[in-house]
């Protein structure tokens, strides 16, 4: 039986609103991950790819434009090769508003509409198995009962979370029993947005590609798309990168910084030979600072914007301070730090952080430096 060339790539998301970002940047990051799309079907035509698998999340829920639909539908038109299977997810849950029903799509592409079907491709001879969601929600595995043909190479594509032990997901939660018992040649998951490599249960071997693009800080660093060559009973595979920006998130230790012209040096020095005018960045201010230099956020990000494509500051620096010694101080501040100390001595992680941030804003109001609650 010959090898087949698979394309896998999943959650692009399209007309993602970027909430954090200003109006300009956000339209350049929707028209971002059009440049990405496009660089994907480049990829499938380049690597002369049998099969496109795409597993949902291809829209991000109720925000796709028209001349959106209308760019997917003529890039999908330059694939010289690949023909087309999507399996649509949570976020764009094939019914009947679903955007995938506004498109005429070319003849090479194929949607999942329901449950679990098989397209039999018999020039390749593969079998295609997909399902799609039909709601926001989905509650219980959609991976049951495959006919696979052992003369048959045999590819599945779902939106899916994996589920371990007797946990359960809203998700289309499949085990990896479920997994194994599908005699799947390769399963192609969508739904986590991290790739993590190509696994394997019995004879199935499985992967998320994750984003092709991140767009928050919960999607870091490099992403891209899997291909794969497949015959029977063997998968070999690459990662390919396809994002134009990484983001990045930074903890930056400023311990003994006592104004922002040494904060802003520490910064640049511990950011020397990244990429901030590409890459998006999360920078985290730890360490221990005085309590007299109280850290205005908007201040350094000020100081910093024209170093970065975009920037977001988050201060988690714990006040240096004698505690002993303010704590005896007969005062309002020695009476509050003394309480605060008592916390300490009984609190968890999680406590502790509270606490610490209780103990910077309120050193901060009793010696009459602004506060702005807005900024934790």
């Known amino acids: 039986m010959k090898k087949i060339k698979i394309l896998h790539s999943a959650d692009i998301h399209f007309d993602t609103p970027f909430k954090d970002f200003d109006l300009k940047s956000a339209e350049n990051n929707k028209r971002e991950l059009k440049e990405v799309f496009t660089r994907i079907i480049n990829i499938a035509n380049e690597r002369d790819a049998d099969i496109l698998l795409l597993s949902g999340d291809i829209f991000d829920n109720y925000t796709v434009k028209k001349d959106t639909l209308t760019f997917i539908k003529e890039e999908i038109e330059r694939l010289k090769r690949a023909r087309v299977f999507i399996s649509p997810g949570n976020h764009d849950p094939y019914n009947f508003k679903s955007f995938y029903k506004l498109v005429d799509w070319p003849k090479n592409t194929y949607i999942f509409k329901e449950k679990l079907e098989k397209v039999v491709l018999e020039d390749l001879k593969v079998c295609v198995f997909g399902a799609a969601f039909n709601d926001n929600y989905v509650h219980e595995s959609m991976l049951k009962d495959l006919n696979v043909d052992e003369n048959y190479i045999n590819i599945g ?43 394997k249960e019995g004879k199935t071997s499985y992967a998320y590609s994750g984003c092709p693009q991140g767009r928050g800080f919960d999607e870091l660093d490099e992403k891209g798309v899997l291909l794969l060559n497949i015959r029977k009973n063997f998968v070999e595979h690459e990662f390919i990168k396809t994002c134009i920006r990484e ?37 985290n201010l730890v360490g221990e ?38 704590g005896s101080e007969n005062s309002i501040k020695g009476i509050f730090v003394k309480k605060l100390k008592e916390s300490m001595e009984e609190a968890d992680e999680n406590e502790l952080e509270v606490i610490n941030l209780a ?10 430096e602004e506060v702005n609650l807005d900024d934790y």
């Open 157 to 199: 594509v779902i939106h899916s979370e994996i589920t371990k032990g007797n946990t359960t997901n809203e998700y289309n939660p499949i085990s990896l029993d479920d997994i194994e018992k599908s005699n799947l040649d390769y399963l192609a998951l969508g739904h986590r947005h991290k790739y993590v490599g190509v696994l």
């Open 359 to 368: 103990l910077k804003l309120g050193l901060s109001s009793l010696t009459e």
């Open 289 to 326: 600072i005085d309590s007299d230099f109280n850290i205005d956020e908007n201040i350094l990000k000020e100081r910093l914007k024209d170093k970065f494509y975009f920037l977001k500051i988050k201060d988690k620096t714990k006040v240096s301070l004698n505690l002993d010694s303010l």
């Open 247 to 283: 983001y990045k998130s930074v903890d930056i230790d400023i311990t003994g910084v006592k104004n922002y012209i040494q904060l802003k040096n520490r910064v640049k020095e511990e950011l020397e030979g990244f990429n901030t005018k590409i890459d998006i960045f999360k920078i």
